[in-house]
């Protein structure tokens, strides 16, 4: 393929450099159909770093690979998400999840993961969710939200919203917000906030993570990765569940292979059977 005539050259040699080492570190398959969206990622840092060619970026990324390398995997991240999407997650919660804990005890604490937390609104909505419906049971509830891109996780933890955002949510989901309407920006209140760890994690790199899970959300990730990739992911998952535990994927997203360890429950969720 020739050169693509843009801003900044970039040869095939430098597309395949950068397409093996996303697919190295984290598991990203960038085909040739990615090659314009990888020139657009990458042409803000080759900017920013005040290089001239992709050639050059290639190699500043493998003389400075412990402090670019972060920068490359944020800016080849997509990140698009919002509050309380594919609403009917949140309805198995409120509706089926939720009056399952009958039968737990109290002192048991919930633990739910939202593997690819981006910029926080699905562990925001996990966490509205769960303390809307289970006030004043006294019951403890510990989110953990990770994500390869940095500095999501960093915007995810200000839990700071445009109002434009957060007024697209139901009525009675305001109240968990404090809003500035000279600023038009709200905060997710503290006891909100309170629920969730925000930490940087690559899924296919090692977990440092003591405890099992009562659900897991892993949506709309495992479609950049080939298939024996998402194979092994979704086999750790189970791993990271307890017995009757629950996965929740995306709706394009599907789990093949796993027949022996999760049953449909449809919507896109799957419980643990084994």
């Not at 953990?144 to 500095?151: K, N, P, Y």
């Not at 905060?187 to 906030?193: H, L, N, S, T």
């Not at 899924?203 to 298939?227: S, T």
Request: aromatic content about 10%.
């Amino acid at each position: 393929m020739s050169a693509v005539e843009r801003e900044f050259l970039m040869r095939q040699e430098d597309f395949d450099f950068l397409a093996a080492l996303a697919y190295e570190t984290s598991g990203i398959v960038l085909g040739e159909h990615k090659m314009q969206l990888l020139y657009s990622r990458i042409a803000r840092r080759i900017r920013a770093l005040k290089l001239k060619t992709f050639a050059e970026y290639c190699d500043y990324l493998e003389a400075h690979k412990a402090d670019e390398l972060t920068h490359f995997l944020n800016a080849i991240t997509t990140n698009l998400t919002s509050f309380f999407r594919e609403s009917h997650h949140f309805e198995f919660l409120a509706k089926e999840f939720i009056p399952e804990l009958a039968t737990r005890p109290r002192n048991e604490p919930v633990r739910i993961w939202s593997s690819a937390a981006s910029t926080g609104q699905e562990p925001y909505s996990i966490a509205i969710t769960m303390h809307k419906h289970l006030a004043g049971q006294g019951r403890q509830v510990k989110i953990l939200a990770t994500d390869l891109d940095s500095e999501v996780i960093k915007k995810g933890r200000t839990g700071v919203y445009s109002l434009d955002e957060i007024e697209q949510m139901p009525r009675d989901y305001l109240k968990y917000f404090e809003r500035n309407n000279a600023t038009r920006m709200g905060r997710v209140k503290d006891e909100i906030r309170d629920l969730i760890q925000f930490n940087r994690l690559n899924l296919l790199g090692p977990w440092p993570i003591k405890v099992q899970f009562d659900i897991i959300f892993c949506r709309n990730v495992v479609i950049y990765f080939n298939k024996e990739t998402q194979k092994q992911l979704f086999s750790r998952l189970a791993d990271q569940l307890v017995m009757g535990g629950y996965l929740i994927i995306g709706h394009s997203e599907h789990l093949s292979g796993m027949e022996g360890r999760f049953k449909s429950c449809g919507r896109t969720i799957y419980q643990k059977i084994g």
